[in-house]
């Protein structure tokens, strides 16, 4: 779909404010054309002596002023006492129509935060949607960039360029009318210079939109390297690499600068060659209007009158001509955003997908294989099955295919080969909220929220009580530390949980675990960064979250593997070997190497 019906789409469900805005702007137009028509009776009042003669011309605006103001205004008698009456009509013009404007500009910024909560809603939505191969190929400072800069782009479009599109083109149309009425011949001759100021800016156009393209996605790129290295500040910091950031951002803000100063000197070259247009606009009213007085064609305080209409028409027609140009940035915008929205979610329901609460028997794995968009094979082939109540353990070097495993069972991905079934559905077949409502997953990298403690355990279960928050704190031998903190339970955590140690982090994950009850666990090397007495403690947690459950554990320490049911080697997408810690061992293969490698200086944990 192309973008402006796509655009369009967003501002249909605020209709009802802009039509009003635009009725309110159109009588602001009107109004606003009439107090440049009252300076006619004005100049008149001005220099009528008693009962001297007017000078006039018949056309429209006589006409029309004749029929309404003369009538009130008696330009026989005193001069002073005509003008001061015109004046409170000026008044009362300028009250009525400032009215208009407010309705105008309430209504329409009304319109568009209701388009830019909307857009912003949408594209929220749709993220959330997004299977984890799209964040994998994304820069997070991408995405918050067209969540914020570019719907603040978009909104600045709506509100600021429309809006002065809308009202400048009902104030064309009403200066234009009345210069109508009051000379045809002399509001062609102010046509002269219009069309070179409406054509001027269309060489421009396709020049602002290349370069505000690229000025918005080094926007981006600036967001994307603030987040990764406020994301990465330890790393930073141990490597004492922060006069290289600092030389990667002045790079990328020098590039920014200068791609927004290029857009910038196309779209400064509005003001001048606008005003050099009016200003010969106006010399060639200036000339034709005296003939035309000389002539009596039209009398002067008409011309006075014509002459301020059409100094007021030059700048609808400036902001008209402008549009184009001054639009790029938000029409950039918008389309950066429908990019988003274009991005095709790859794990949806099938139309026929069943509802699951539980599953009895079995998971199984048949001969499945997965690889990346970019082509590079992750899984080959691989084939098991995990009773219910068992523990699989999954070990094997980095780069194997471990957590791609555990991934493809949450369909965080979908198989490139193969199926994976529960109770002998396939899991494409099954609703994935349910499928994923039978997981409970606690990662090496714990996900906390800048929320209180107890907000936190409470995530998958929201509904909990502070007595089954406490409990699974309890389980998960995470209460002492919790009623230590400041404000126990309420503590906020601070943002990824900078508050906390890398074992409580982990604690209160698998609290949250345990409150979800669970199930299928997986844990994806939830041990592998902890300390001596932080392993021990979350083990201890670990062994009772076991109890009755089905668990995939994915680990490199063979220690928090070796009372699994069955441990699976995988070494370059495939299963070198299966089964359990003893029978491993004794075929002396790939898994008593990696056993050795870890417990040649420390003896063994042997299996019960």
């Known amino acids: 779909m192309s973008l402006y019906p796509r655009l369009v789409g967003f501002v249909r469900p605020h209709a009802a404010p802009i039509l009003v805005a635009i009725v309110a702007a159109a009588i602001y137009a009107v109004l606003d054309a009439t107090t440049y028509v009252l300076l006619i009776p004005f100049v008149d009042a001005l220099f009528v002596s008693g009962g001297a003669p007017l000078a006039t011309s018949d056309n429209g605006v006589q006409r029309l002023l004749d029929a309404t103001v003369y009538t009130w205004v008696d330009l026989t008698g005193d001069p ?14 300028f009250l009525i129509k400032n009215v208009f404007a407010f309705a105008r500009v309430y209504l329409l910024a009304r319109a568009e935060q209701g388009v830019n909560r909307d857009l912003r809603d949408t594209v929220y939505d749709h993220l959330l949607d997004l299977d984890l191969g799209f964040f994998g190929r994304t820069r997070t400072g991408q995405i918050v960039s067209r969540l914020t800069t570019e719907i603040e782009q978009f909104r600045m479009l709506v509100t600021r360029e429309v809006s002065r599109l809308v009202t400048a083109v009902f104030e064309f149309l009403g200066a234009l009318a009345f210069m109508l009425l009051i000379s045809w011949k002399l ?18 156009v396709n020049v602002l939109r290349r370069r505000d393209r690229r000025v918005l996605h080094l926007g981006g790129e600036v967001n994307a390297h ?8 330890r790393l930073v910091k141990s490597s004492s690499a922060e006069e290289r ?3 990667r951002f002045h790079g990328l803000t ?3 600068f200068r791609q927004f100063m290029r857009a910038e000197v196309a779209r400064s070259m509005a003001q001048p060659m606008t005003e050099m247009l009016a200003a010969a606009g106006t010399g060639v009213i200036l000339w ?3 003939r035309l007085v000389v002539g009596a064609d039209i009398t002067g305080a008409q011309f006075v009158g014509f002459l301020g209409l059409s100094l007021k028409l030059y700048a609808p027609v400036k902001n008209v001509a402008k549009f184009p140009a001054m639009a790029q940035p938000g029409l950039v915008a918008a389309e950066r955003v429908f990019e988003f929205l274009d991005a095709k979610v790859e794990i949806t329901n099938r139309p026929d997908a069943v509802a699951i609460e539980t599953f009895e028997r079995e998971i199984t794995y048949e001969d499945v294989s997965f690889a990346y968009r970019d082509g590079d094979s992750v899984l080959q082939n691989v084939s098991f099955s995990v009773p219910r109540g068992s523990v699989l353990a999954l070990v094997g070097p980095s780069g194997a295919g471990k957590s791609t495993v555990v991934d493809l069972l949450s369909r965080f991905y979908d198989v490139s080969g193969g199926r994976i079934s529960v109770d002998g559905a396939d899991i494409r077949d099954i609703r994935t909220a349910d499928l994923r409502a039978l997981m409970g997953i606690v990662s090496q990298e714990t996900v906390l929220f800048h929320d209180s403690v107890r907000a936190n355990i409470a995530y998958g279960r929201p509904d909990a009580t502070p007595d089954q928050v406490e409990t699974a704190a309890r389980a998960a031998n995470a209460h002492d530390f919790i009623v230590g903190m400041p404000e126990g339970y309420d503590t906020v955590v601070g ?10 982090r982990q604690r209160i994950a698998i609290a949250r675990a345990i409150l979800r009850d669970p199930p299928i666990l997986i844990f994806d090397e939830a041990t592998s960064a902890l300390d001596t007495e932080s392993e021990r403690l979350i083990q201890d947690a670990i062994e009772r979250l076991l ?3 089905t668990v995939f554990v994915v680990a490199h320490r063979l220690s928090t593997v070796q009372r699994a049911d069955q441990i699976l080697v995988l070494e370059g997408g495939r299963i070198v070997e299966r089964g359990d810690h003893r029978t491993l061992l004794a075929q002396a293969g790939r898994y008593k190497r990696l056993h050795d490698l870890q417990f040649e200086t420390a003896p063994a944990i042997t299996a019960p």
Request: no cysteine; charged share 15%.
């Open 288 to 290: 034709y209007g005296a």
């Open 547 to 549: 109890e009755g459950r």
């Open 187 to 204: 509001t062609l001759a102010a046509f002269v210079v219009i069309p070179v100021a409406m054509g001027i800016w269309g060489p421009l």
């Open 495 to 504: 943002e990824r949980g900078v508050e906390l140690s890398g074992g409580q």
């Open 254 to 256: 020098a590039d920014y």
């Open 245 to 247: 950031e600092r030389t």
């Open 226 to 233: 603030v987040v990764e290295t406020l994301a990465g500040i």
């Open 80 to 93: 002073l006492v005509a003008i001061g009456r015109i004046i409170v009509l000026i008044l009362v013009v």
